[in-house]
T-cell receptor
Framework: GESVGLHLPTLSVQEGDNSIINCAYS??????FIWYKQESGKGPQFIID?????DKRQGQRVTVLLNKTVKHLSLQIAATQPGDSAVYFC????????????FGTGTSLTVIP | DSGVTQTPKHLITATGQRVTLRCSPR?????VYWYQQSLDQGLQFLIQ???????AKGNILERFSAQQFPDLHSELNLSSLELGDSALYFC???????????????FGDGTRLSIL
């Protein structure tokens, strides 16, 4: 039979606006998180990471916020550009599992010029 | 460019066949990870190797196997292929010692496997 694709959350923003992509992670024991960007036909690309002893980390045009109380992670992209259009994944690393990561289903970001 | 190289980029084969996917990690990285990305299951961890030894196993089928060679490149072998094995297969690598955790993984651009 036909395969059914994942229903990816989608976000459309105007070029120049700020984008916020959210992720609910699954395990309160997770202590390291990464946001990845995946463009069509390419592998996931590392954007920014954050450890559980922090609640905010900033990079170039991106900020990651971590709320451990509600197990929520967000990625903020400032002044979104057409090149930011991609699928964004959060990945969590659970303590004591080595360097294994568990990936969320992703959010598809479309930037409207 | 992540520095992780995967070959081939595309592979088309038939059910029942066997294929080998190859990965060269970033220079200096000792750990290699394999993932499967399919439309209905997202990105799933298959297996990890560190410096030639199997380090962790995820959702890897018994028909699948992997190894890491002394030069640190890795191969993923898929046998008795089924239609459902059609997917993107990614390799990632990271630096560090055997027990180091919380390291970012850097991905190659994948091999697209199509089973006809």
């Amino acid at each position: 039979g036909e395969s059914v694709g994942l229903h990816l959350p989608t976000l459309s923003v105007q070029e120049g606006d700020n984008s916020i992509i959210n992720c609910a992670y699954s395990n309160s024991a997770s202590d390291y998180f990464i946001w990845y960007k995946q463009e069509s036909g390419k592998g996931p690309q590392f954007i920014i990471d954050i450890r559980s002893n922090m609640d905010k980390r900033q990079g170039q045009r991106v900020t990651v916020l971590l709320n451990k109380t509600v197990k929520h992670l967000s990625l903020q992209i400032a002044a979104t550009q057409p090149g930011d259009s991609a699928v964004y994944f959060c990945a969590e690393n659970m303590k004591d599992t080595g360097n294994q990561f568990y990936f969320g289903t992703g959010t598809s970001l479309t930037v409207i010029p | 460019d992540s520095g992780v190289t995967q070959t081939p980029k595309h592979l088309i084969t038939a059910t029942g066949q066997r294929v080998t996917l190859r990965c060269s990690p970033r220079s200096g990285d000792l750990s290699v990870y394999w993932y499967q990305q399919s439309l209905d299951q997202g990105l799933q961890f298959l297996i990890q190797y560190y410096n030639g030894e199997e380090r962790a196993k995820g959702n890897i089928l018994e028909r699948f196997s992997a190894q890491q060679f002394p030069d640190l490149h890795s191969e993923l072998n898929l046998s008795s292929l089924e239609l459902g094995d059609s997917a993107l297969y990614f390799c990632a690598s990271s630096v560090g010692s055997r027990d180091t955790v919380n390291q970012p993984q850097h991905f190659g651009d994948g091999t697209r496997l199509s089973i006809l």
